[in-house]
């Protein structure tokens, strides 16, 4: 599976990276923020699994996602959120993310979500 982490800080895209890789047979593509995840896209997609922060400068995660759904309905987008960006999680799953993880989170609880949001979405499970 193809993992796409878009976040501008390094040391979360890390942390995913680590949690992602764990997973078998996965290929992680990293961005920044949104344009640069547009761009990966572009060169490097489709993505079967797109981790997307929220807050990040020059375009971040709900404009991307919109942009993204546009013309990818397909690919699970999980929305990475903080508490203070919880209450606005609506208009991110109007945006069309399939879920969202608040900050900080567990492995654990990372995994989980991937799993249960690939379930939800009828994509099975990974290896
Ligand atoms: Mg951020």
């Known amino acids: 599976m193809k993992f796409l982490l878009v976040d501008d ?10 949690v992602v890789s764990s997973i078998a047979g996965t290929e992680v593509f990293e ?11 572009t060169e490097n997609g489709p993505f079967d699994v797109m981790l997307v922060d929220w807050n990040m400068p020059n375009m971040d995660g709900l404009t991307m996602v919109t942009k993204v759904r546009e013309t990818d ?8 959120t903080t508490e203070a960006e ?12 399939n879920n969202y993880v608040v900050k900080p989170f ?22």
């Open 86 to 97: 919880k209450p606005r999680i609506i208009e991110a799953i109007k945006a069309g993310v």
């Open 73 to 80: 309905k397909k690919s699970i987008i999980i929305m990475c």
């Open 31 to 41: 961005a920044g923020d949104g344009l640069e995840g547009l761009k990966q896209i």
């Open 9 to 18: 800080s390094r040391t979360m895209r890390n942390i995913w990276k680590k």
């Open 106 to 127: 567990t492995p654990d609880t990372l995994l989980t979500k991937i799993d249960d949001t690939l379930k939800k979405a009828g994509v099975g499970q990974p290896a």
